[in-house]
């Protein structure tokens, strides 16, 4: 059983027993047995090689505040603020999207040309700050450019727009918002607009999913390249957008619907045929979505009295944005909810892989948003995703797909499916 050294030195051979018995220990304790601390510095070693990509922060409408500056550290507590340059690069997060977010006003003339101004000065700021700080970001515009401003050492800054609404009743604003860099567009917000159905308009549906104005838009997205984001849609806004788009589309901000019942949130079929479609649903930190909280009646009229006599939050002054936030806090305070965890996060992502697969599910936090949950509670606590998905086993390569490369397919899908539309035309 030994070599011929150590049958002639039985001394040598326990020594060597002993030793094969120890090493063999010692080496089944670090592939079998990983301590916390091991784990956490493995997955904190993925983390920094894939690359991190979140589809959603509502940071612009931080970014028109005067004064707002995106590379200084801001501290959330303080200001509500969850999004800065260092704060992203604390966190390992590698590249993001701006939605430029108008809230859902008049639909008229007015009210159109109003939001058209805001869309632009929001998109704006974004790009204004992407060259003020062109040592530590830079603008991306096409799928590859976050691999190469990675490389770089930047942050990739991508831009979307959330509500269709600045888009009014003229197709050619688009092409003028693509032009920009906009790169997807949310169809609709929190109530119905032009182009389709919101999940939580209090008045219910008006078009029966997308209208045929929002066709039209769908259209000329597939056109352009620009990712078409269901999230926010109704259930028939989802069915049309499979039905109407030429290319895979994207929910930027959305959850699974059987893991937490919210009409914001997909069910299972829906999650199945964005499968059939080639799509990704980005995983979104808002705790409703995340989990469901005991019935709390109290809390539910304190909130409703708030939000009744509230003005839209655009339309508010500085001093009005904290106010609003410190009487949120003190009700939160007073009526407390269960928080939403990171658990709660990689449920959901684990529910979509069983159902959907790993090839379609991704990340959209919704960062000064209403996103923000304990532990992923601004850009600079991202990397806990990724720890408790190797916690519950997910490889590299998985995490790779979920942080960027399922999102980045469809991205590179849009835009194959947008040229072969303009070659045909051509
Ligand atoms: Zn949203």
């Known amino acids: 059983m030994f070599p011929k050294l150590y049958r002639s030195y039985p001394i040598f051979s326990i020594v060597f027993a002993i030793v094969l018995l120890f090493g063999c220990t010692a080496k089944q304790a670090t592939t079998e047995v990983e301590t916390e601390e091991e784990l956490t510095k493995r997955a904190l070693e993925i983390h920094d090689r894939v690359l991190t990509l979140d589809t959603h922060a509502d940071t612009p409408l931080r970014m028109i505040e005067p004064g707002f500056n995106m590379a200084e550290r801001h501290d959330p507590n303080e200001t509500g603020s969850k999004v800065d340059y260092p704060r992203m690069k604390e966190g390992g997060l590698d590249a993001i999207f701006f939605a430029a977010f108008v809230a859902q006003d008049i639909r008229d003339d007015d009210g159109n040309t109003r939001a058209k101004a805001l869309c632009l000065q929001m998109i704006d700021s974004i790009t204004v700050s992407t060259q003020r700080n062109s040592d530590i970001v830079g603008l991306a515009i096409n799928p590859d450019d976050a691999y190469e401003l990675e490389k770089e050492g930047k942050r990739a800054i991508y831009i979307g727009i959330e509500n269709g609404y600045p888009i009014g009743k003229d197709l050619s604003n688009i092409e003028l918002y693509y032009e920009k860099g906009v790169r997807y567009i949310t169809l609709v917000h929190s109530s119905n607009n032009d182009l389709a159905d919101s999940a939580t308009d209090s008045d219910g549906p008006e078009h029966g999913g997308i209208s045929d104005f929002g066709a039209e838009v769908v259209k000329e997205m597939n056109r352009l390249g620009i990712m078409v984001d269901v999230s926010h849609g109704n259930d028939s806004v989802f069915y049309d957008a499979i039905a109407l788009s030429k290319a895979p589309i994207i ?66 002054t500085k001093d009005e944005r904290l106010a609003l936030r410190k009487s949120f806090q003190e009700l939160n305070e007073k009526y407390p909810n269960p928080p939403a965890t990171v658990q709660h996060v990689v449920d959901h992502i684990d529910h979509i892989v069983k159902v959907a697969g790993i090839d379609h599910v991704g990340i959209g936090c919704d960062f000064d948003g209403g996103g923000g949950i304990e532990g992923i509670f601004d850009a600079s606590e991202v990397m806990n995703i990724t720890i408790e998905l190797v916690k519950r086993g997910y490889t590299e390569e998985q995490i790779e797909k979920i942080w960027s490369g399922n999102l980045i397919r469809v991205f590179k899908e849009v835009q194959a499916v947008a040229e072969q539309i303009q070659s045909s035309q051509a």
């Open 251 to 316: 929910a930027s901000h959305s959850n699974a619907r059987s893991v937490t019942d919210h009409n914001r949130n997909m069910t299972d079929e829906m999650l199945k045929l964005m499968a059939d479609n080639g799509g990704v649903v980005q995983l979104t930190m808002l705790a409703d979505y995340l989990r469901e909280a005991p019935p709390n009646a109290a809390r539910d009229s304190a909130v409703a009295e708030l939000r009744a006599n509230m003005k839209p939050i655009s339309e508010m």
